[in-house]
């Protein structure tokens, strides 16, 4: 399952705080993406799951990131 949680428009901190929140009702290898408009969320999701047992890829597409967590 990858569920996709659209940022677009949204601030610091409110797309990790909703990354977080759906890490936590995920299954290992199951994997949430985060879309977001806003370069300093790569930094802050980095930064939030630092200490997660989970994978991120992120994706630069014009301007939109796209930062698959995939729960280990």
Do not use: R
């Not at 290898?29 to 997660?52: L, P, R, W």
């Amino acid at each position: 399952m990858n569920n996709k949680i659209d940022c677009i428009g949204l601030f610091c901190p409110i797309p990790v705080i909703k990354a977080k929140i759906a890490f936590k009702n995920i299954n290992s290898y199951e994997s949430i993406t985060v879309v977001t408009d806003h370069s300093c969320t790569q930094q802050g999701i980095f930064e939030a799951f630092k200490n997660y047992n989970c994978k991120i890829e992120v994706e630069d597409d014009a301007g939109i990131w796209y930062i698959k967590i995939t729960k280990l």
